[in-house]
């Protein structure tokens, strides 16, 4: 009996995978884990509406309050590929740092505006 989790062929008589130990009466659904990179592309875009007050020399505390979601969201998001072992993490901890480095940098600049 083939396992529907990892393939395994396993003598017909068998309750459990001899490899995985899976139910072999049990259809295996993986879970699905698409879609929680969002919230790096999330911290990439409060990065950079935090910033565009700064650039252009705007109201500082647009600056301060996008800031200070873009570091919570950042930091979220660039830990959160890591927890989930994902395959490719490097790409969504990239997005994510830019997004924390422009939210830090709009953050701090925003502060020492209203000083």
Do not use: H
């Amino acid at each position: 009996m083939k396992c529907s989790k990892c393939g395994f062929d396993n003598a017909e008589d068998a309750i459990f995978c001899e490899k995985c130990d899976w139910k072999l009466t049990e259809t295996y659904i993986p879970e699905m884990k698409i879609g929680r990179t969002i919230f790096s592309y999330i911290a990439l875009a409060l990065g950079i509406i935090a910033i565009i007050p700064i650039i252009l020399d705007a109201v500082p505390i647009v600056a301060v309050v996008f800031g200070a979601l873009g570091l919570v969201i950042g930091g979220y998001s660039f830990n959160l590929p890591r927890l989930q072992n994902l395959p490719n993490k490097a790409v969504p901890m990239a997005i994510s740092s830019i997004g924390l480095l422009l939210s830090v940098v709009a953050f701090i600049y925003g502060l020492s505006l209203l000083v």
